[in-house]
Nanobody
Protein backbone atom coordinates (compact mmCIF):
# COMPACT_ATOMS: atom_id res chain seq x y z
CA UNK A 1 0.00 0.00 0.00
CA UNK A 2 1.27 3.45 -0.90
CA UNK A 3 -0.01 6.53 0.89
CA UNK A 4 0.53 10.03 -0.47
CA UNK A 5 -0.22 12.91 1.87
CA UNK A 6 -0.78 16.42 0.57
CA UNK A 7 -2.42 19.71 1.42
CA UNK A 8 -0.06 21.13 4.00
CA UNK A 9 1.21 24.66 3.90
CA UNK A 10 1.60 27.95 5.71
CA UNK A 11 -1.57 29.39 7.20
CA UNK A 12 -2.37 32.13 9.66
CA UNK A 13 -3.79 31.34 13.06
CA UNK A 14 -7.53 30.94 12.81
CA UNK A 15 -7.31 29.67 9.27
CA UNK A 16 -8.16 26.29 7.76
CA UNK A 17 -6.49 23.53 5.81
CA UNK A 18 -7.65 20.28 4.31
CA UNK A 19 -5.12 17.51 4.19
CA UNK A 20 -5.55 14.60 1.81
CA UNK A 21 -4.14 11.09 1.84
CA UNK A 22 -4.40 9.15 -1.40
CA UNK A 23 -4.08 5.39 -1.08
CA UNK A 24 -3.12 2.86 -3.73
CA UNK A 25 -2.12 -0.76 -3.93
CA UNK A 26 -4.94 -2.26 -1.90
CA UNK A 27 -8.71 -2.05 -1.84
CA UNK A 28 -9.35 1.20 -0.03
CA UNK A 29 -12.50 -0.07 1.63
CA UNK A 30 -10.49 -2.62 3.63
CA UNK A 31 -8.27 0.01 5.22
CA UNK A 32 -8.89 2.09 8.29
CA UNK A 33 -7.11 5.43 8.14
CA UNK A 34 -5.43 7.60 10.72
CA UNK A 35 -3.73 10.96 10.94
CA UNK A 36 -0.81 11.68 13.22
CA UNK A 37 1.46 14.67 13.65
CA UNK A 38 4.95 15.29 14.89
CA UNK A 39 6.33 18.63 15.97
CA UNK A 40 10.08 19.25 16.27
CA UNK A 41 11.48 17.60 19.37
CA UNK A 42 8.23 15.84 20.17
CA UNK A 43 6.87 12.37 19.72
CA UNK A 44 4.41 11.53 17.00
CA UNK A 45 0.90 12.01 18.33
CA UNK A 46 -2.54 10.83 17.31
CA UNK A 47 -4.83 13.34 15.64
CA UNK A 48 -7.78 11.45 14.17
CA UNK A 49 -8.87 8.12 12.76
CA UNK A 50 -11.74 6.68 10.75
CA UNK A 51 -12.89 3.11 10.33
CA UNK A 52 -13.01 1.38 6.96
CA UNK A 53 -16.66 2.14 6.31
CA UNK A 54 -16.43 5.74 7.43
CA UNK A 55 -19.18 5.25 9.99
CA UNK A 56 -17.00 5.89 13.05
CA UNK A 57 -14.40 8.55 13.69
CA UNK A 58 -12.09 9.37 16.55
CA UNK A 59 -10.31 12.62 17.36
CA UNK A 60 -7.70 13.68 19.86
CA UNK A 61 -8.87 16.10 22.52
CA UNK A 62 -6.40 18.66 21.20
CA UNK A 63 -8.26 18.94 17.88
CA UNK A 64 -11.78 17.89 18.85
CA UNK A 65 -14.32 20.38 17.58
CA UNK A 66 -11.79 21.86 15.16
CA UNK A 67 -11.10 18.93 12.89
CA UNK A 68 -13.03 16.44 10.81
CA UNK A 69 -11.71 13.22 9.34
CA UNK A 70 -13.51 11.75 6.35
CA UNK A 71 -12.96 9.41 3.44
CA UNK A 72 -14.05 9.16 -0.18
CA UNK A 73 -14.03 5.62 -1.49
CA UNK A 74 -14.51 6.77 -5.08
CA UNK A 75 -11.24 8.67 -4.85
CA UNK A 76 -9.40 6.26 -2.53
CA UNK A 77 -8.62 9.24 -0.37
CA UNK A 78 -8.92 10.18 3.28
CA UNK A 79 -9.14 13.79 4.40
CA UNK A 80 -8.42 15.80 7.50
CA UNK A 81 -10.18 19.14 7.60
CA UNK A 82 -8.68 21.42 10.20
CA UNK A 83 -10.26 24.71 11.23
CA UNK A 84 -9.41 27.43 13.73
CA UNK A 85 -5.77 26.49 13.45
CA UNK A 86 -3.43 27.42 16.27
CA UNK A 87 0.32 27.80 16.42
CA UNK A 88 0.50 24.57 18.40
CA UNK A 89 -0.92 22.72 15.41
CA UNK A 90 2.36 23.31 13.59
CA UNK A 91 3.85 19.91 12.76
CA UNK A 92 4.46 17.40 10.04
CA UNK A 93 1.23 15.52 9.48
CA UNK A 94 1.31 11.86 8.51
CA UNK A 95 -1.43 9.59 7.32
CA UNK A 96 -1.46 5.91 8.18
CA UNK A 97 -3.47 2.83 7.33
CA UNK A 98 -4.26 -0.51 8.95
CA UNK A 99 -4.49 -3.41 6.51
CA UNK A 100 -7.28 -5.13 8.42
CA UNK A 101 -9.43 -2.09 9.01
CA UNK A 102 -8.76 -1.88 12.74
CA UNK A 103 -8.72 1.59 14.26
CA UNK A 104 -5.90 2.63 16.56
CA UNK A 105 -4.76 5.74 18.35
CA UNK A 106 -1.24 4.33 18.67
CA UNK A 107 1.15 5.03 15.83
CA UNK A 108 3.05 1.77 16.10
CA UNK A 109 -0.11 -0.24 15.39
CA UNK A 110 -0.50 1.02 11.83
CA UNK A 111 0.93 -0.94 8.92
CA UNK A 112 1.44 1.73 6.29
CA UNK A 113 2.57 5.36 6.38
CA UNK A 114 2.64 8.29 4.04
CA UNK A 115 5.59 10.61 3.68
CA UNK A 116 4.17 13.52 5.71
CA UNK A 117 3.08 17.01 4.84
CA UNK A 118 4.20 20.13 6.70
CA UNK A 119 1.62 22.36 8.35
CA UNK A 120 2.87 25.68 9.69
CA UNK A 121 0.55 28.03 11.52
CA UNK A 122 1.77 31.58 11.98
CA UNK A 123 0.51 33.64 14.87
Amino acid sequence: VQLQASGGGLVQAGGSLRLACAASGRTFSTLSMGWFRQAPGKEREFVAAINKSGSTTYSADSVKGRSTISRDSAKNTAYLQMNSLKSEDTAVYYCAADRYGRVWTTASAYDYWGQGTQVTVSS
